[in-house]
């Protein structure tokens, strides 16, 4: 065995705290997750008391207030924990990712006595959130959604179908758009459905070609009431707290992203420090030298790409843009790095016995996740030339 094997990322962090946060997550990573990863998303496992363990140390409320609970860490550190998950498996960095996404709402719009009611369970009481946006016929075009809340007293009963829901039909906690008004966007209005709410049901989770231990599932509205006081900002106001959310959430599906292609990476290196072919490690061969070299440059450029939008939100600054941009490039760079370290493997990389052809599947979702990548480039566009004129 070679004595150049990879070694941990050197991150830049801005607090002594933060790295000791990072060294945590490092530790965490190498004797809870990837141990068993490759075992348990091929049995389509989830691992719950994964997300259980993370909710304790603290590491599922990084970037919220300390207040209710968070860790009030930059998006700068949250990131990069989420980075080091994704790495050991990515359905436990996404799903840090997406339970995030699903305390955004009412962290950023409830009122102070909903957060005070809800958010430390949330953030560090144990609960698993997801987030409810798509419908089976109302993917890129989030605004024509159906689902609808119609008030009734004190209550508003939810009725209809949300797809592609990641933890659905295992999280405590949903935070869910629905209509409540007029077609389009200014109609829409966001609800905190708990998990085990009357009328509220899972179907079977899709059968995927990757993360098969993250279940993804249909949910069913039939009736499902819900107080007013669960009602997230005011009515009309869902479709702005969805794009919020989305916006800090592509930040999360770059980071975990990249997260995928460093794993791949190091695979591939190590392999072809390993791999012995005409007298001679593969990894002195030009050919693989360039592969690798390129694999590695498109890894820090998505990571210095993510970091820049992650700080510009910190300092309060826009940032949808540059969010388009990391989620944009981390996972088309993700899906080359992947499959080029499927590549230096040769036949085995092609094989369950080795981690990179499940990580090259799981890449593939990250480019279609919380807007397409053609989506991802509308939104540049737009931000450059103005809205389409036709």
């Known amino acids: 065995m070679t004595d150049r094997a990879p070694q941990p990322v050197d991150r830049q962090l801005p607090t002594e705290e933060s790295r000791d946060l990072l060294a945590l997550v490092r530790e965490i990573a190498q004797r809870e997750i990837r141990p068993r990863a490759a075992e348990e998303e091929d049995a389509g496992r989830f691992p719950r008391e994964v997300f259980t363990l993370l909710s304790e140390a603290g590491l599922l409320g990084l970037p919220y207030p300390g207040e209710h609970g968070g860790g009030e860490q930059p998006y700068e550190v949250y990131l990069q924990v989420l980075e080091e998950l994704a790495a050991a498996r990515l359905t436990v960095g996404l799903g840090v990712s997406v339970h995030s996404l699903a305390c955004h709402g009412l ?14 369970a949330m953030l560090g009481g144990g609960l698993l959130g997801a987030y409810c946006l798509s419908e089976p016929a109302a993917g890129s075009d989030a605004a024509s959604l159906t689902t609808k809340a119609v008030r009734d007293g004190d209550d ?14 295992v999280a405590d906690f949903y935070t869910v758009l629905a209509r409540t008004g007029v077609e389009g966007p200014k109609g829409i209005t966001a609800f905190l459905v708990p998990g085990d709410a009357a009328g509220l049901t899972a179907a079977v989770p899709e059968k995927k070609m ?14 499902v009431r819900v107080p007013d006081s669960r009602r997230i900002g005011e009515e009309g106001q869902g479709f702005t707290i969805a794009l919020a959310a989305l916006d ?3 930040l999360g599906i770059a980071a975990c992203a990249i997260g995928v292609a460093q794993a791949a990476l190091d695979e591939a290196l190590t392999y072809a420090l390993d791999r012995k072919q005409f007298g001679h490690p593969i990894a002195d061969f030009q050919g693989l030298r360039f ?3 390129d694999m590695a440059t498109k890894i820090e450029a998505g990571r210095a790409l993510y970091l820049a939008a992650a700080r510009l939100r910190d300092a309060g600054k826009p940032f949808s843009r540059q969010a388009a941009m990391a989620k944009l490039f981390c996972t088309d760079a993700a899906m080359a790095v992947t499959t080029d370290a499927v590549q230096v493997l040769g036949g085995y990389g092609y094989t369950a016995d080795f981690p990179v052809e499940r990580l090259m599947r799981e890449a593939k979702v990250l480019q279609i996740v919380e807007g397409t990548n053609q989506i991802q480039r509308m ?12």
Do not use: C, N
């Open 107 to 120: 962290a950023g719009y409830g009122t102070k006595e909903q957060q005070a009611a809800h958010l430390p």
């Open 156 to 169: 508003w009963v939810i009725t209809g179908t949300k797809a592609w829901i990641t933890h659905g039909g």
């Open 210 to 223: 990757g993360m098969k231990g993250s279940p993804t599932a249909q949910l069913h509205f039939d009736g």
């Open 248 to 250: 800090a959430g592509r």
């Open 291 to 293: 592969m690798l070299a």
């Open 379 to 390: 939104v540049i566009a737009r931000h450059l030339a103005g809205p389409e004129t036709r």
